[in-house]
C-alpha cells in the first residue's frame, strides 16, 4: 500500500508525463528560454518545425539567433517590461529566420516562468505560425495599394483631361461628379441632372444620356450658355455604363467646355475671311510658284479672274500656262530674272501678259524668294498688279511732251522766220517808200503842170503811174502794220481823248472821195470821251469808212456810237452794195477782195479789213462784227473797252474806273458839212 505522499509523487509524475506529452504534440510551438542567457531550454516538436532547427541543435541555440534583426530591439524592450513585472505576459506578432533562411511569420506570448526567489528565470514563449496568413495579407495590401493607385491615376488621368465627368443613373440622378465638374457647376451628388444643370422639370429634348440609355451608343449634344461676358459652348458627350451581364445601369456624361475653341475656330474663319476679302477685293493677284524648272504656280488668288479673265486652275494644273503668255519680246528677259532669284532675292518686273480676250495687259510683278527653316529655297511668292493704264497713261505723256517738243521747235522755227520776215518787211519798206514818196510827190509837181505843159497821153501815164504807186504805198504801209502787230511789236499809246473828234477826223480824210461820190454822211452818238490808243482807233475808222464810200455808189454813210456797259459800241452804216451772206467769213481773210462790180473800179489791198480786225483784237482788246444784206448796204461795227487794262490799274483811287469817260446822255445826230 501506498502512503499519500508516495500516492502524491505518483500523481505528480503522472501529471508531469501528461504534460510532457501535451508539450510534446502540442499544435502550437512551445519553447523554454533562459532568462540569463537567452538559450533555449527547451523547445517540442512545432517549434522546431516552425524554425526547420531538430531540438538538439535549438538547445545550442539563443533565442536572438533566430529573430529578425529588425524585430531583435523590440524583443528586448518586452523582456524589460516583462522583469519589471508590470505585465505578465506580452503578445505580437514577430518574424523568425527560418534554418533555410525564408522568413517565418509568428504571433506569439511571452510570459515568465518565476523561480523559488521570485526572479524570472526562465521564460516561456508560444508561438503559432501565421506566414500564410501574412503573405495573403501583404498580397491583399498590395492589391489594395494597387488598386488605390490605378484609382488616383485615373483621378489624375480625368482631372488631366479637363473635362467634367457626370454619372447618372437611368433616372438621371447624379451619382458621380469628377473634380472639375464640381468645381464649375458645384456638389449635386443624388440631385436630378436636367433640374440641376437646365433648371427643368423633365429631361431635355435633345438629352446625350437618354439617347445613349434607348440604343447604348455613344451621343453628343450642344449646349450654349450666356455668361458674363458673351456666351460658353460646351459639347456634352453621353455613353453607357454597364454592368458585368452587359446591363446598362448608368450613363457617363463628358462636359467639355468648347468656348476657347469656339472662339479660336471664329477668330480663325473671320481672319480667314477678312484675308479672302482682302485678296478679292485687292488689284492685286498674289501667288506661289515652284522656285526653279519651269516655275510653275502652286497658287494664285481668285481674283486673277477679275484682272485676267483666267480661272486660278488654269495656271495651277498647268504648270507653263502663265510662261506661255508672256509676250514673246518680254519673255526671256522675265525668265532670266526668275532664273536668278536665289542670287538677287527680290525682284520687280513689268511685262506683257495675255489676258482672256487675247489683249496683252501690263503687268508688274513684285516676286520674293522664300527659304524653309534650313534656309532652303522653298518657293517663290509674289503678286501682280495690272499697270496697263498707268503705263498707256505714260506712253501719252511721253508722246504729249515729244509734241510739245515739236511744236516748241516749229514754233522757234516759225518765231524765228517771223524775225527774218519783220526785218526783211521793215527794211524793205522803208527802202521801198522813200522813191514811192518821190515817185507820188513828182508826178504830182508834173500832173499839176509846174514843169510845163503835158499833152493828153502823158497826163494819162503820168496819172496812171501816180495812182499805182500811191496804191503800192498803202500796200506797203498795211503789211507794215499787219507784220508789227503779229511780232507783237506794234506801239500802243493810251490817252484820254474825245471819241466824236475822231470820227470827224477821219472823215475830214476822206472827204474828198465823199464829195466825190455825192454821199450823205452822218454822225449820231452821245459826246463820250474813252482811254484808247487813238492813232489806232482813227486807223480802224479810216478803213471801215473808206471801205463804205469805196463800196457805195450812192445814198448816205452812217456812223454811231454808244456805251454798252464797260464798251463803247461803233458802227458804221452803209446803203452800198452789201456783201453775199457766204462771202462774210472771208471778208477777214488777208488780201481776199469779193467779186463785184465795184471791186474792179476801186482800187483795193484786201488786206483793210485783215488788218483792222488785227487792230481791234490785238491793240485795242475788242471785237469786230459785220451785218450785211447784198444790194441793201452793210453795218461794221467794232466794240472796244472804254478803259485800257493796264490804266485802270495804275490810276489813282480817286479817279479810277470810268471817270474819265464822259457821256452827256445827249444823243447828237448830226449830218456832217464837207
Ligand atoms: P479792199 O482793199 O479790197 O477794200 P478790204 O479788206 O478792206 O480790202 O475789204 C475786203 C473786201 O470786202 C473788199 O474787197 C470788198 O469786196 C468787201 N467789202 C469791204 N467793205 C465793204 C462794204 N462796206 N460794202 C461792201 N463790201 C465791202
Redesign the pocket.
Known amino acids: 500500500m501506498k502512503n499519500a505522499a508516495e500516492r502524491k509523487t505518483g500523481q505528480l509524475a503522472d501529471h508531469g508525463k501528461l504534460f510532457q506529452a501535451i508539450f510534446e504534440q502540442a499544435a502550437i510551438g512551445v519553447a523554454l528560454v533562459s532568462t540569463s542567457d537567452g538559450k533555449f531550454i527547451k523547445v517540442n516538436k512545432k517549434y522546431c518545425d516552425i524554425t526547420g532547427y531538430s531540438e538538439e541543435e535549438m538547445c545550442n541555440m539563443d533565442f536572438n539567433s533566430i529573430t529578425y534583426p529588425e524585430d531583435m530591439k523590440s524583443d528586448f524592450e518586452i523582456i524589460e517590461l516583462l522583469k519589471s513585472g508590470n505585465i505578465r505576459e506580452f503578445t505580437k506578432e514577430k518574424r523568425y529566420i527560418h534554418k533555410n533562411g525564408e522568413i517565418v511569420w509568428v504571433s506569439g506570448t511571452v510570459s515568465p516562468l518565476w523561480d523559488p526567489g521570485n526572479e524570472p528565470g526562465y521564460y516561456i514563449t508560444v508561438v503559432q505560425d501565421i506566414t500564410q496568413r501574412k503573405r495573403v495579407e501583404e498580397k491583399l495590401k498590395a492589391a489594395i495599394l494597387k488598386t488605390q493607385n490605378e484609382k488616383n491615376k485615373s483621378e489624375a488621368i480625368i482631372s488631366a483631361l479637363g473635362d467634367g465627368i457626370i454619372i447618372q443613373d437611368k433616372n438621371y440622378n447624379i451619382v458621380y461628379q469628377n473634380k472639375v465638374q464640381t468645381d464649375l457647376m458645384g456638389e449635386h451628388d443624388g440631385e436630378l441632372c436636367y433640374k440641376v444643370y437646365e433648371r427643368r422639370d423633365t429631361v431635355c429634348e435633345d438629352c446625350p444620356v437618354e439617347r445613349t440609355f434607348n440604343d447604348g451608343k455613344i451621343h453628343m449634344t450642344e449646349r450654349v450658355v450666356p455668361n458674363g461676358n458673351g456666351l460658353s459652348y460646351f459639347d456634352l458627350i453621353s455613353s453607357p455604363l454597364r454592368d458585368p451581364e452587359g446591363n446598362i445601369i448608368a450613363g457617363v456624361k463628358i462636359v467639355r467646355d468648347m468656348t476657347e475653341k469656339r472662339r479660336a475656330e471664329e477668330e480663325v474663319r473671320s481672319t480667314k475671311d477678312r484675308l479672302q476679302f482682302l485678296l478679292d477685293s485687292s488689284f492685286a493677284v498674289i501667288y506661289t510658284c515652284k522656285p526653279f524648272g519651269d516655275f510653275g504656280a502652286t497658287y494664285i488668288s481668285e481674283n486673277v479672274t477679275k484682272v485676267l479673265g483666267y480661272m486660278s486652275s488654269d495656271f495651277t494644273e498647268n504648270p507653263l500656262f502663265w510662261q506661255d503668255r508672256i509676250h514673246p519680246d518680254d519673255k526671256e528677259r522675265v525668265i532670266r530674272a526668275l532664273e536668278s532669284i536665289f542670287e538677287s532675292e527680290h525682284q520687280i518686273l513689268e511685262y506683257r501678259f495675255l489676258d482672256k480676250n487675247g489683249v496683252y495687259m501690263w503687268m508688274r510683278d513684285e516676286l520674293r524668294l522664300i527659304r524653309d527653316e534650313n534656309n532652303q529655297p522653298k518657293e517663290v511668292a509674289g503678286y501682280w498688279i495690272d499697270i496697263t493704264k498707268s503705263k498707256q497713261a505714260q506712253e501719252e505723256r511721253i508722246q504729249l511732251l515729244e509734241k510739245e517738243h515739236a511744236a516748241r521747235t516749229d514754233a522757234e522755227a516759225a518765231r524765228k522766220l517771223d524775225r527774218m520776215k519783220n526785218m526783211f518787211i521793215a527794211s524793205t519798206s522803208h527802202e521801198l517808200r522813200t522813191p514811192l514818196n518821190s515817185i507820188i510827190g513828182f508826178t504830182g509837181i508834173l500832173l499839176q503842170g509846174w514843169s510845163g505843159e503835158l499833152n493828153k497821153e502823158q497826163k494819162e501815164y503820168l496819172e496812171m503811174i501816180n495812182s499805182s504807186s500811191k496804191h503800192l504805198l498803202e500796200l506797203i504801209i498795211e503789211i507794215l502794220d499787219i507784220s508789227r502787230i503779229e511780232s507783237g511789236n506794234i506801239d500802243m499809246k493810251d490817252s484820254v481823248f474825245d471819241l466824236r473828234a475822231v470820227m470827224d477826223e477821219a472823215i475830214r480824210t476822206l472827204r474828198t472821195s465823199i464829195k466825190e461820190k455825192g454821199l450823205d454822211i452822218s454822225v449820231e452818238m452821245e459826246d463820250i470821251s474813252i482811254r484808247s490808243d487813238r492813232r489806232r482807233l482813227l486807223q480802224c475808222m479810216m478803213?471801215?469808212i473808206g471801205?463804205?464810200v469805196?463800196?457805195?455808189e450812192s445814198g448816205s454813210i452812217k456812223i454811231s456810237a454808244k456805251i454798252l456797259e464797260n464798251k463803247v459800241d461803233i458802227s458804221v452804216t452803209?446803203t452800198?452794195?452789201?456783201?453775199k451772206t457766204q462771202d462774210i467769213p472771208r471778208?477777214?481773210v488777208p488780201f481776199?477782195?469779193?467779186?463785184?462790180p465795184?471791186?474792179m473800179k476801186?482800187?483795193?489791198?484786201?488786206?483793210?479789213?485783215?488788218?483792222?480786225k488785227k487792230l481791234v483784237q490785238d491793240v485795242l482788246g475788242g471785237e469786230i462784227y459785220v451785218l450785211?444784206k447784198y444790194g441793201g448796204?452793210?453795218t461794221?461795227t467794232i466794240q472796244i473797252p472804254v478803259e485800257f487794262k493796264k490804266i485802270r490799274i495804275s490810276l489813282p483811287k480817286k479817279n479810277a474806273g470810268f471817270s474819265n469817260i464822259e457821256t452827256t446822255g445827249r444823243i447828237i445826230k448830226s449830218k456832217v458839212d464837207i
Open positions: 478803213n471801215l471801205n463804205s469805196k463800196y457805195t452803209d452800198g452794195i452789201g456783201i471778208l477777214f481776199t477782195r469779193l467779186e463785184s465795184l471791186s476801186t482800187s483795193g489791198t484786201g488786206l483793210g479789213l485783215y488788218l483792222t450785211s448796204g452793210s461794221f
